[in-house]
């Protein structure tokens, strides 16, 4: 695990706080990674700025609902719902009952809205919660899911413990994340990872291996985990090409320069996903019953 110990929570909170229109601008309503097929064409899908990697966010969304078998009226934590994108479209197209948590009041007050414009206020509902701190009653939820969250927690393994609690017997859990390289073994691979840590403000990052440990350690049955790096990287040369095209850094740097180190390592995540330093993988388990 490569860690960052220049991170602090209140900066976290305070970049979601500060940036979420940016996210809304770069990445739509889902904020997380696209995920294209093995062979798509890199200059087709970044020709069209919106309908080529909404899509691809939502393939990655129900490629994700699809491993974990999603079903009418269970109930669903989303971990680091950020705008509420995959909650309010798991709700709508599952018929779920999703709770979302997010570490930034600004981001839960634009689910909330969402969710009222798109129907789904009865079936949503987003809280101001820190997922480390949290606190939920045992065995309240048939599935726990967080896409590209547990990046930003301190002590991941005891995240899993807790989390693992608020399953129900034969419940599912399914975690999307920036993993650290399987072989880390050169100062630069090093260097790469602890600079997307820095410029994404994330305290750590696991490795794969690490991941399926703190699910297992967890008491949870580990049943997959996919390399989805190839697929997702051409998220980042799209955010590159929105970054030029909106001409959005000369307004990050009216916020603060923590936003412009945070738009100028889109770059530094692409070259370590190229270079093997970084990973990004989908990883599902389930309580046993």
Not at 24 to 37: D, K, S
Not at 47 to 74: M, N, R
Not at 98 to 108: R, Y
Request: net charge negative; proline share 2%.
């Amino acid at each position: 695990m490569i860690s960052c110990p220049t991170v602090q929570k209140d900066v976290i909170r305070s970049h979601y706080n500060l940036t979420t229109l940016f996210y809304r601008l770069l990445w739509g309503r889902h904020i997380h990674h696209g995920l294209w097929e093995e062979n798509s064409s890199t200059a087709l899908e970044t020709s069209d700025f919106g309908k080529t990697s909404a899509a691809a966010q939502q393939q990655l969304t129900e490629t994700l609902a699809e491993f974990i078998h999603v079903q009418p009226d269970e109930s669903l934590l989303d971990v680091g719902c950020g705008m509420g994108g995959s909650s309010i479209h798991l709700a709508k197209t599952f018929g779920c009952q999703v709770t979302g948590i997010t570490l930034s009041p600004v981001q839960k007050r634009w689910a909330s809205l969402e969710a009222r414009w798109r129907g789904q206020r009865h079936n949503t509902q987003f809280l101001c919660q820190d997922a480390e701190t949290a606190e939920f009653a045992p065995e309240s939820f048939d599935v726990i899911w967080s896409i590209e969250c547990t990046e930003h927690l301190f002590d991941k393994q005891a995240f899993f413990h807790k989390a693992a609690t608020w399953l129900r017997p034969g419940g599912r859990m399914a975690i999307c994340a920036w993993l650290a390289g399987d072989q880390l073994e050169s100062e630069d691979a090093i260097q790469q990872v602890h600079d997307v840590c820095e410029g994404f403000f994330c305290p750590s990052l696991g490795s794969a291996e690490d991941y399926q440990s703190w699910m297992e350690t967890a008491g949870l049955e580990f049943q997959g985990y996919h390399n989805w790096t190839n697929r997702v990287s051409q998220t980042w040369k799209i955010c590159q090409q929105r970054v030029q095209k909106t001409g959005v850094r000369w307004l990050a740097r009216l916020i603060d320069q923590d936003t412009v180190m945070f738009l100028d390592r889109f770059e530094t995540i692409l070259k370590a996903y190229e270079s093997g330093a970084m990973q990004y993988g989908c990883f599902i388990a389930q309580k046993p019953l």
